[in-house]
C-alpha cells in the first residue's frame, strides 16, 4: 500500500508564498501523474495542477502565473511553488498520484491566507 504524506502547509499573510511537498511512503515507479487539488469549506474539490511524467503541466485559470507545479521522480515527490497568494487560496490542499490507473491521494494539509 502507498501512502502519500504532504508538507507545508500554514499561515500565510496575502501576498505570501508557501511551498507545499507531497512525497510517496516507499519507492513507486510509473507514476503517470502527480498533482495538486484542494478543497475550500463548503466547496468541491477542484484541481489545482498536475504535472505528467512526460513533464507536461496544467494550472487552473486561478492559480495560473503564480502557482508551479515540479517533480523529482527520483525522490517519488512532488511540489507546489505558491506565490502572491490569496485569501480565496484558503483550503485543504490534498496532493494525488496516478500509477498504472489506480489514485492515491494525502490525506491534506491545510492552508490559510489571511492577515
Known amino acids: 500500500q502507498v501512502q502519500l504524506v504532504e508538507s507545508g502547509g500554514g499561515l500565510v499573510q496575502p501576498g505570501g508564498s508557501l511551498r507545499l511537498s507531497c512525497v510517496a511512503s516507499r519507492s513507486i515507479s510509473n507514476i503517470y501523474i502527480m498533482g495538486w487539488y484542494r478543497q475550500a469549506p463548503g466547496k468541491q474539490r477542484e484541481l489545482v495542477a498536475h504535472i505528467t511524467s512526460g513533464g507536461s503541466t496544467n494550472y487552473a485559470d486561478s492559480v495560473k502565473g503564480r502557482f508551479t507545479i515540479s517533480r523529482d521522480n527520483a525522490k517519488y515527490t512532488t511540489y507546489l511553488q505558491m506565490n502572491s497568494l490569496k485569501p480565496e487560496d484558503t483550503a485543504v490542499y490534498y496532493c494525488?498520484?496516478?500509477?498504472?490507473?489506480?489514485?492515491?491521494w494525502g490525506q491534506g494539509t491545510q492552508v490559510t491566507v489571511s492577515s
Open positions: 494525488k498520484f496516478v500509477v498504472l490507473g489506480r489514485a492515491y
